[in-house]
């Protein structure tokens, strides 16, 4: 089934809230319910970025779950323990902590949408820490790793670089060791946990990857060789979008070529 | 503390979070809050401050439900065409009506600048509510042709004396297109002769008739953010007139933008609204 086939005009798309997850610290989550339940195709988890690039992408994160849910699949967003609206304060977040989350929504959608198999979406840190989730997991079986941060301690750069410039447009001394990311706590324990951050293959899979990135400098290419001698099958696509999950609110734009990369082939394959 | 994730409104459509203090609790209000999407940001609220706001107030025994507009955040987009202006004003309407079956009888609405608008829009056509915390409004009518006159207050009366704001306009980092629209605006000869002095005279009777019903007012302001200037041109000397009736109240905190994007403006923010608040929440006539 291809976009046009579906007429948006006539959708009422079908979003769930839901507070899941283990234990007394359940995570707010959005299921994205397909209109016709019978016709499921399968599930999929997105993971978020996180810092400021969390609310700014919040709208392409939902766009693609509201198409994927057209094309039949249950979707399942949600926030990291510490974050949006879950349970937890930032100064408790922590990196383990976030992917002992992916794998625990990986677990809700698959007795959600009543599957075996599971389609993960990770983008920015979330690409990152999805990778890491699901290569120990044979019930994941595609993966698309979209604008992937690829080093933690460059995306800890880029966030320090935009709080001194933030600072100095408005006349704040500048932070003399990095504890916020404009207005969000970054505990010691959790910079040191992004610092630790790579994206590379650490075990054989036989996966289907899509990386979807707006770059294509030999850092890229050095992960897309990685993951292909990991036994994976990776396919990389490069796109014109801009680096929407950097600008703010009214500004941002919704990356259309992304989406429909990304849509096209989760629906493609078997 | 408590929090169920639910869809409300009419249609059952919109995504909410209601956040209740802990059911064992003896203070609980009967007075609920509801808080409003700023701009296009979802319910969490810039920096996650609508969800520390709603813990907070939780604490002090005060429910609130932060939720999305159609077609912001998590809510789908509506089907029906209504215009997002009154479905801004329609859809927290119909959140009270649900907030009024769950046993709450009076509201406090709070919301961040596009979020001001729609509190202070929705007040005045429902009396149910009893108090408004308007936090960096920079527009209560929608209305355009104050900008200029706004900005031209901003940059003569702050930004001339200010290093910072020579420093941003040499190094490219100003909207250079206000600020020709606001030089424009200071040379205009009809200007000149008196009309930048008016008030805004329907927005006042807007806040006498508010206030006249016994709705409260909280503008809460951030120092470096344009709402200090706006109240200025458009309630001019009127301001302290309310301020003085005890049914308006204004803070400006030192030092905070738009967004609040410093955790410690933050937390002056969220101390500061919680706190009218609460006060307001246990004296709005349970």
Known sequence: MDESSVNSSIIQ???RPLYRGSGKSPLYSCLHVPVQASKTRGGVVLCNPVGNEYYYSHQALRQLATRLARHGYQVLRFDYFGTGDSIGEEVEAAVERWMVDISEMIDEVKQLAHCEHVTVVGLRMGA???????????????????????DGKAQLEEWRCQQAAHDEAYGYPELVKQTETLGISLPSSLIAEIESVRLSAIRPCDKDV?????????AIHRVVNDIEKSGAQIVYKKTADGKFWLETDLESLVPGSSLSLIVDWIAELP | MKEKALLIGRRRAIVGVVTEPDPTSKNSTATAVLLLNAGMIHHAGPGRIYVKLARRLAQSGVSSVRFDLSGVGDSPVRSDHLPVVMAAIQEPREVMDDLQKMGFKRFILAGLCSGAYCAFRTALEDERVSGMALINTMSLKGELEMASRVWEQRYLKTSIYSRQAWKNLLTGKVQYTRLMKAIASKLNPFNRMGSSKKMDETLVEEIRLLTGRGQKIFFLCAEKDISVQYLQVVLAGELQGFIASGMVEQEILPGANHLFTKHDHQEQMINLASSWIVQEANSSGD
Not at chain 1, 140 to 145: A, E, F, G, S, T
């Open chain 1, 13 to 15: 798309d079908l979003v």
């Open chain 1, 128 to 150: 990152a820490l999805c990778w890491k989730v699901v290569q120990s997991r044979n019930d994941v079986k595609r993966v698309v790793l979209w604008e992937p941060v690829l």
């Open chain 1, 210 to 218: 899509l990386l979807v990135a707006n770059s294509s400098d030999s």
